[in-house]
């Protein structure tokens, strides 16, 4: 009889030790597919420029600076920037500064000695032109670029699931309509949030802060655990309509020492007087409120130190 109890005993040990073997070679199957999704991906991604660029040491945690342009590009126009966002990252302050700069900011081209819209500078020297003429203007370095093509980003909304956000002003953008308060977006109808400009008593900076909040949403869902079921569609849609100089290594170098940061994102405001010059509209920034911006961005990145 004990023999018998043994037996069934040392069955069960054998049964329990093939599921979990299985399940081990499952879950590495599984990571396996990922990582080689989100590699194919980040190789689609990953468009190198001729800028030189500083030397950051990730594992010391050192602070760092990425400017996103969203872009509408179509067949035979190179579009303009009309999103211009840079983000600062500091892991030992556990949190990054985000700044929406209105597409009309009246500034200097760098690579053009003229005077014009920052959001020209793209049609004019693509992502190079974009990142210098940014980096005069903050005077602080900007270390990498996001490219994303806005015609694409609903894939983006979608690939995630869609996303909320809160609507603090009620408006019909084409044929959608947006309530106040809590709002349930899939890509087309965030697309459409975010273009809205018109409509709206803030101008520019009402879409920019729209802008920010899909961007907030997509970083949300995306970082779910909710999303993880959707990694292939969301890495296919990332590969299709994001470009960056960012390479795979430094993309696991950060998501290792600076994740915690993401959890803490602070959205900036620059205040700016609305004008015509020669006709046209312009947004003017005070050099006050210019020096303002960039102390700001300074401190965060510790450069003032």
């Known amino acids: 009889m004990r023999a018998n109890k043994n037996r069934k005993k040392r069955n069960w040990v054998r049964i329990l030790g093939i599921i979990l073997l299985l399940l081990f070679i499952s879950v590495g199957a599984y990571l396996f597919i990922v990582y080689r999704s989100l590699t194919n991906a980040v190789d689609t991604m990953h468009e190198p420029i001729e800028r030189p660029k500083r030397e950051i040491t990730f594992e010391k945690s050192e602070p760092f600076t990425a400017l996103?342009?969203?872009?509408?590009?179509r067949a035979g126009d190179k579009g303009r920037s009309d999103t211009i966002i840079v983000l600062t990252v500091n892991p030992e302050k556990n949190s990054v500064k985000m700044l929406s700069i209105p597409r009309d900011t009246y500034t200097e081209i760098i690579g053009r000695g003229s005077l014009d819209k920052i959001n020209h500078a793209y049609a004019f020297g693509g992502v190079e032109m974009?990142?210098?003429?940014?980096?005069?203007?903050?005077?602080?370095?900007i270390d990498y670029y996001l490219k994303v093509n806005m015609e694409g980003f609903q894939d983006i909304v979608d690939a995630v699931g869609g996303i909320t956000v809160n609507n603090d002003l009620e408006f019909q953008e084409g044929k959608f309509h947006f309530a106040e308060g809590a709002i349930d977006l899939n890509g087309r109808e965030a697309l459409a949030y975010v273009r809205m400009r018109k409509q709206d008593p803030q101008?520019?900076?009402?879409?920019?802060?729209?802008?920010?909040?899909?961007?907030?949403?997509?970083?949300?869902?995306?970082?779910?655990?909710?999303?993880?079921?959707?990694?292939?569609?969301?890495f296919k849609a990332l590969g299709n309509n994001v470009k960056t100089n960012m390479t795979f290594d430094e993309m696991v170098d950060i998501q290792s020492n600076y994740r915690n940061a993401a959890a803490n994102i602070e959205q900036m405001k620059i205040e700016a007087t609305g004008t015509y010059i020669g006709g046209i509209s312009y947004q003017l920034i005070s050099e006050e409120e210019q020096q303002r911006i960039q102390n700001e961005l300074k401190d965060h990145l510790e450069l003032n130190q």
């Open 130 to 141: 974009s990142m210098d003429t940014v980096e005069n203007f903050l005077d602080i370095p």
């Open 68 to 73: 996103m342009l969203g872009v509408d590009e």
């Open 203 to 234: 101008g520019d900076f009402g879409r920019q802060k729209r802008q920010r909040q899909v961007i907030q949403g997509v970083i949300d869902k995306g970082g779910s655990l909710g999303s993880l079921t959707k990694f292939d569609s969301i």
